[in-house]
C-alpha cells in the first residue's frame, strides 16, 4: 500500500505537470494568434486609413488647395486613385514590427502596474492613470525600437552595397578601390543606393525568421521560450527550426533584395548635370520595369541561390548562437547582455563565411537579365564564374559580410531577447 500510495502520487504530480506544459504552450498560441490578428487588423486599418493621411499631409505641407474637396477631386484628377495610396508601402511593411512592439508592451506595463491579466481587467479595471502610462512607455519603446532598427540598416548598407559591386563587377581592384571609386563619381550618396527597400522590409523579414524559428521550435520541443534554459532543445531541432525559418524569409525576402542589387549597382551619379540618366529612378521604377521586360518570374532571380543561401547558413546561425550562449550562461540561468551581443556577434560571422558562395552566384543571377541572359541557371553561372576567375570568386566580399555581420547580428539577438523577456 505505501508504494502504491507514492506511484499514484507521483502520477498525479505527472499529470499536473503535463497540464501545466499543456495550458503554457496553449496560453502562447493563443498569444501568437492575438498578435497575428493585431497585424492583420494594422494592416487593413492602414489601407483604410491611408487616403485620409495622404489628405491631411498634402493640406499640412501645400498652399495650392482651397480645402478638403479641393484637395481630394485634384488628387484624383491628376493621379487618379492610386494618387491616395502613395507612400503606403513603407507604413505597411513595418506595421507588424511597430504593433507588437506597442501592444505588446502596453500590455506587459499594464500587468506590471496592476497585477491583473488580460481576463481579470473587466471584473477589477485599471485606473486611466496606469492605461496613461502603459500606453506612454509602449509608444516611446516602440519609436526606439524602429529607430534602432532603421539605424542599423543605414550603417551596415554602405558595406553591403561595396560587397554587391565586388561580387557582380570585375572594374575594381579591391575593397579600398571600390571605396575610393564609388566616392569619386557618386559621392556618400553612392554607397546609399538601393536602402529604401531594406529599410521597408526590415520589419517583415525579421518578424519571419524570427516567428517561424520560435514556433518551428514551440512545435518540436513543446517547451517555450522560458522553460528552454531549464530544458534547452537539442541542436537539431534548433538547426531545424533555424533551416524553416530561412526558407521562408528567402521567398518574402527575393524580390526586395533584387531590387536592391539592382539599384547598387547602378554607379551614374544622380546629381551631377550632363551625366547619363541611370537605368532606374528608384526602386518603384525597378519593380516596373522589371515586371514590364522580365515579367514576374523577374523579381524572382536568384531565388533559388538565396534559398540555398540562406536555409543552411540560418540553421547554424541560430546553432552558433544557442551553444555559445550555453557554453558561457550558468545552467538554468537566462545569458548576460554581454553574453546575447558576443554569441550574437559570432554567429553572425560564422553564417556568412559559409553563405557567402552562394551569395556571389545570388547577386549574379539577380544582375543576370539586365543587359541580355548571361546565365541558363544556376550552376552555369557557377561553372562560368569558376572558369573565367577561379576559387576565389566565391569568397568575393566575405571581408565585408564579416565586418558588418558582428555589429548588426549582436543588436539583432539583443533586441529578439529583450522583446522575448518583456512579452513573459
Known sequence: MPGGGKRLTWKLVDHAAAAETRE??????????????????????????????????????????????DCILKTYRHESVLGFFKGMSFPIASVALVNSVLFGVYSN?????????????????PSYTNIFIAGCTGGVLQHLLVTTGAVGLVLGHPFDTIKVRLQTQNTYRGIVDCILKTYRHESVLGFFKGMSFPIASVALVNSVLFGV???????????????????????????????????????????????KVRLQNQTEPRMKIGSSEPRYRGPV?????????????????GSWALVLRDTPTLGMYFVTYEGLCRQYT??????????????????????WITATPFDVIKSRMQMDGLKGRKYRGMLHCMASSFRQEGIRVFFKGMTLNSARAFPVNAVTFLSYEYLLSLWR
Request: charged fraction near 15%.
Open 213 to 259: 524559428y520560435s514556433n518551428t521550435l514551440l512545435a518540436l520541443t513543446a517547451t517555450s521560450h522560458q522553460e528552454r534554459r531549464a530544458q534547452p532543445p537539442s541542436y537539431t531541432n534548433i538547426f531545424i527550426a533555424g533551416c524553416t525559418g530561412g526558407v521562408l524569409q528567402a521567398y518574402c525576402l527575393a524580390p526586395f533584395d533584387l531590387i
Open 109 to 125: 506595463t499594464l500587468l506590471a502596474l496592476t497585477a491583473t491579466s488580460h481576463q481579470e481587467r473587466r471584473a477589477q479595471p
Open 330 to 351: 550558468p545552467e538554468g540561468q537566462n545569458p548576460s547582455s554581454t553574453t546575447v551581443l558576443v554569441a550574437g556577434g559570432f554567429a553572425g560571422i560564422a553564417s
Open 285 to 301: 521604377h525597378c519593380a516596373a520595369s522589371i515586371l514590364r521586360e522580365e515579367g514576374p518570374q523577374g523579381l524572382f532571380r
Open 24 to 69: 503554457t504552450c496553449l496560453t502562447e498560441r493563443k498569444a501568437e494568434y492575438s498578435q497575428h490578428l493585431l497585424v492583420t487588423t494594422g494592416a487593413v486599418g492602414l489601407v483604410l486609413g491611408h487616403p485620409f493621411d495622404t489628405i491631411k499631409v498634402r493640406l499640412q505641407t501645400q498652399n495650392t488647395y482651397r480645402g478638403i474637396v
